[in-house]
């Protein structure tokens, strides 16, 4: 199942790749408003495929033991920097405040699994929060050694029977309808956490949010 799905999401990445650039210019080309509607929406069912590839691609690569974590000394406010650009517009779209609290701590990771990692909270944040927003702060713990980083949300929470089965592959909650994921973001962060020896933890209240 692991070579299959690293083989086909890798496959499929170079022909999705060219869809997506062929229908974006026939969006910039198109005259008629109801033409460049249709391809609006093809392009956003485009951008979705894309991102479901590269979930599957990574989770697999986790899966394989394919992916070797590289801990160096980095300044956690660039992770934060870099997560704010491809995020806020996701949350202004949905009318949210994505805020992150500045901070000049230094921690010891692998730059790519811990920003993947905490863009996919966020990401997560994002999709199940319909009113209010999302916070991702950090504070040092009581040993002085460790950061806890959280990430918050106003969302619909999740039930206490419901928060283990949440890190699983393919699990989503509430309206499944509604969503263009698969399942895979928290699978990502807790296979990416377990590589990293970094502990995953938790919170959560039905109807008032969560704190990743």
Known sequence: KTRFLASASHDLRQPMAAVGLLV?????????????????????????????LTGLLDLSRLESGSVVARPQALRLQQIFDAIAVHESPLAARKGLRLRFRPTSAWVVSDPMLLERSVRNLVSNAIRYTERGGVLV????????????????????????????AVFDEFVQLGDTTRSQGLGLGLAIVRRSADLLGHRLGLRSVPGRGSCF
């Open 137 to 164: 702060g950090a504070r040092r713990r009581s040993d002085g050694q460790q950061l806890l980083i959280e990430v918050w949300d106003t969302g619909m929470g999740i039930p206490v029977d419901d928060q283990a």
């Open 24 to 52: 974006g210019l026939a969006r910039d080309n198109a005259r008629a408003p109801e033409m460049r509607q249709i391809l609006e929406k093809a392009d956003e069912s485009v951008v979705a495929m894309e991102a479901l």
